[in-house]
Each structure stands twice: as C-alpha cells, then as structure tokens.
C-alpha cells in the first residue's frame, strides 16, 4: 500500500487512494492519520465572523472516505501513518495553540468550537 497526503476543505490527512478519476481531476482516499486539523468559520470567508453560519469543522474519521481534487494529493515521505487517534490529537493542538494567540472574535469563535470537538472527540 502506498501513502499519500491529501487535502480535504482545510484539513490534511494521510491515507491511501482507492480510485482516481483524472478525467473529473478526483480521487477516492481513504483517511489512516490526521496531519492538520480542519479550520472552523467558513471556508469562503476565512478569518470571518459575520457570515450565515460559522461552522464547526471535524476531522474526516479513522478509515472514512472522501472524494478529493487529484490536485491535493501528494506522495507521502513517511514509511507508515501515525496512529490516528494519537494524530487527531496533536493536529487538533497544534490547530488550538495557534488559534489561542490570536485575540479575534474569530479565534474565540473557533477555540469555542475547537472545545467541543476536543469533548466529541473524546480526549
């Protein structure tokens, strides 16, 4: 099995390709690890707080699979995926720390809803 990276909306995961489509430029992944947390707002107005509806953001889940644009997927260096709770974990810190030094609305938004995922997460 060869390991990609892959960009879903704002997150980055580690997996593996099911199937590719180059004529509608998609690829089928499936998720084994998460590198970077998804960003909560809304996606066409980063950084935003007055928008229709601010969403809350989870990581796409342990083996879920999720179409991607075949432009986003890229060679894995690594020679095997994280464990993926324990990579869920450091990506959703790594997403908090640095949402936490930023004093916007925005971040205390986002950290609101960061802290709900850390309890539906169980962690």
């Known amino acids: 099995m060869e390991l990609v990276k892959a960009k879903y ?3 980055i995961y ?3 390709l099911i199937d590719v489509q180059e ?15 998804p ?31 075949l432009t986003t997927v890229k060679s894995y260096e690594g020679t095997e995926a994280a464990d993926y709770e324990s990579s869920l974990r450091e990506a959703w810190q790594r997403a908090y720390d640095t949402v936490a ?19 539906d997460y169980s962690f």
């Open 14 to 16: 580690i997996g593996e």
């Open 39 to 69: 960003k909560q707002g809304d996606l066409h107005n980063p950084k935003q707080v007055d928008v229709a509806y601010f969403h809350q953001r989870k990581a796409l889940a342990y083996l879920e699979k999720a179409w991607v644009p």
């Open 101 to 119: 030094q930023d004093d916007s609305e925005w971040a205390r938004k986002s950290l609101h809803l960061l802290d709900d995922l850390r309890h």
């Open 9 to 11: 909306k704002t997150g």
């Open 23 to 37: 004529e509608q430029n998609r690829a089928l992944f499936k998720v084994l690890a998460v590198e970077t947390h």
